[in-house]
């Protein structure tokens, strides 16, 4: 469920056409519902039971997406993304599951979407902070707003770089939010996060959305962990790809970056390595009608 953008570097800090970064989203995406308690982790069954057409806006590899369609097959689910690529892993992935209320369609987010007025009764947007420019979330969230039935509800769901407690790990995740905020992709000043838990809720507020609420969560992926040794392999890809464009923006020079990295990768094999994200849910509901 996420896409790691940055214009300067073609168009992204991970290229979300490369098989390598599917599989890591996949993973990461499978590790982030376990720790939010599941792909409606703020909310019971009991609060479901009016929603019947759900749009997930930049699925990727559509594991969100599937995973509801599985789980509650009365719904009809459509994810979006501009990534070919992703949408026909995701496409052929809900036929080979048997899934015919999963659907999937290529589109771009940064356009007026290709959608009718009052379509759904749910939008999910997951990681989406970090990859398009800060100051076109009002946008995206009037066209949510526009599409969304009336009392319909919207969740955001972000997260910020994990931290942990050793100085490789900790250097590499910083210079990619250092990256982040060069390149206009962070809401923080400084780049020392990516900075979108303290907004998502605000600008939820902003678009007019009601009821307004958050939840936060934690995945902790400390050495002894559940999900130590997936965290382990995402980050071990993740530091990788982004690579050539932490090069390219001078970031960093190459052979500090693979000392970096080795250094990083073998600090959380350590029995003492400890890391953990925080993961955050903000959701509301579009006003219904008079």
């Not at 990619?176 to 923080?188: E, K, P």
């Amino acid at each position: 469920m996420v896409l790691h953008r940055f214009h300067s570097c073609g168009t992204h800090l991970t290229d979300p056409e490369q098989a390598a970064e599917m599989a890591r989203l996949l993973d990461q995406d499978r590790l982030f519902m376990h720790a939010m308690g599941g792909p409606f982790g703020e909310r019971s069954d009991n609060d479901l039971t009016t929603i019947f057409d759900v749009l997930n806006i930049a699925c990727g590899p559509g594991s969100w997406v599937l995973e509801v369609a599985h789980s509650y097959p009365e719904m009809e689910i459509v994810g979006i993304d501009s990534s070919k690529t992703m949408i026909g892993y995701a496409r052929a992935h809900a036929q080979v599951r048997d899934l015919p209320n999963a659907h999937f369609y290529t589109m771009n987010i940064l356009q007026p979407l290709d959608i009718p007025d009052e379509t759904f009764d749910l939008i999910s947007i997951h990681s989406i902070i970090n990859r398009i420019p800060p100051n076109f979330c009002p946008q995206l969230l009037s066209e949510c707003m526009r599409i969304l039935r009336p009392g319909g509800s919207i969740r955001i769901c972000e997260g910020d770089w994990g931290s942990g407690n050793t100085l490789a790990f900790e250097t590499l995740s910083g210079l990619l939010a250092q990256a982040m905020q060069q390149t206009g992709q962070s809401f923080s000043p400084t780049g020392r996060t990516i900075g979108p838990l303290p907004m998502i809720a605000h600008l939820l507020r902003k678009a007019d959305f009601q009821n307004v609420r958050s939840k936060a969560d934690i995945l902790d992926f400390s050495a002894g962990t559940q999900p130590h040794e997936g965290m382990y392999q995402n980050y071990s890809i993740l530091f990788k790809l982004a690579e050539p464009c932490l090069l390219n923006m001078h970031i960093i020079e190459e052979n500090t970056f693979d000392e970096l990295y080795d250094l990083a990768l073998t600090e959380m094999l350590s029995d003492d390595f400890c890391a953990a994200w925080t993961l955050l849910t903000a959701w509301g509901n579009k006003p219904a009608a008079p």
